[in-house]
C-alpha cells in the first residue's frame, strides 16, 4: 500500500458521530504504524468544510451513477437533471483530476 510510506497521518474529525469515530480509529490505527487524531471544529476550519462538501458531492455522484439515490436525496435536489446541472456539473469543472 502506497499510503504507508507516510510517517505520520493526521485525521480531522468533528467527532459528529460517534460510531464513525470508532470505525476511523479501529481501521486507522489497525492499517498504519502512527495515526494522529485531531478533532475539528467545522467552523474554524474551511478547508475541512469544503473537503466535507466535496466528498459529500463525490458519494451523491457515485450513487447517482449506481442508482441508489434515496427519496430524501432526489426531494433535496429536485430530480436528477438538476442535481447534475446545478450541483455536479460545476463541481467538475473545478476538479484537478
Given amino acids: 500500500m502506497d499510503f504507508l510510506h507516510f510517517d505520520n497521518v493526521k ?17 486507522f490505527n ?9 478533532k475539528v471544529v467545522p467552523s474554524q476550519y474551511k478547508l475541512f468544510q469544503v473537503a466535507d462538501l466535496l466528498c459529500t ?3 451523491i455522484q457515485l450513487k447517482l451513477e449506481s442508482n441508489f439515490l434515496s427519496r430524501s436525496e432526489i426531494y433535496f435536489f ?8 446545478n450541483y455536479l456539473k460545476p ?6 483530476i
Fill in 91 to 96: 463541481l467538475s469543472k473545478k476538479s484537478w
Fill in 11 to 27: 485525521i480531522y474529525y468533528d467527532n459528529g458521530q460517534v460510531e464513525v469515530n470508532k470505525i476511523l480509529s479501529s481501521v
Fill in 57 to 59: 458531492m463525490y458519494l
Fill in 30 to 38: 489497525a492499517l498504519l504504524p502512527k495515526v494522529e487524531f485531531r
Fill in 78 to 85: 429536485g430530480n436528477e437533471r438538476d442535481l447534475k446541472k
